[in-house]
């Protein structure tokens, strides 16, 4: 089962430094679902592991990866931290009692993200899109050697693949945008 969260940011369009589309609808947040208890420690987890990237923006998805029966968090960044002619940065996190893991840091990814219906050393495949940067262009191909995923799907041992598996995070996903925690003051 997928069950994908992402939610539009509260400013109108804009491209990151890469060129993708981060379009918003300026009113989706009011009329959105308030975020689950995962995508709330997914929040903490981001502003923790880079207090100098927000505000950010992020496209999520929850799904098994590793056959465990608790969700992996795939998380797309897309904002100038993270972005760059090749693309931008994928996250994938593993729960780890009640806090995340990262697992891999996929630079120079784009969307579509998706997994397939093969795994390697027990946790499913995945594809990214990769283009720009001068190199070639079409879906990597993301295996887990055992302890991560490759961290950039342009060179080996992620590979060039015609396939792609079920969609976690679309070509155009709607992005929630992260400020960061304002001080306490008294």
Known sequence: MVL???????????????????????????????????EDDIRHFLLQEYPDAAPLRYALALHDLDGDGADEAIVHLASPYFCGTGGCNTLVLTPAGAMWRKVAEISVSRTPITVLDSSSNGWRDLTVAVAGGGGPSGNALLKFDGTAYPGNPTVAPAELTERTGSELIGREPDFVTLEAAKPSGG
């Open 4 to 38: 994908v969260l992402a939610a539009a940011g509260c400013s109108g369009g804009e491209a990151t430094a890469d060129g993708q589309s981060v379009e918003a609808a300026p009113d989706a947040i009011a009329t959105s679902p308030a975020p689950s208890a995962a």
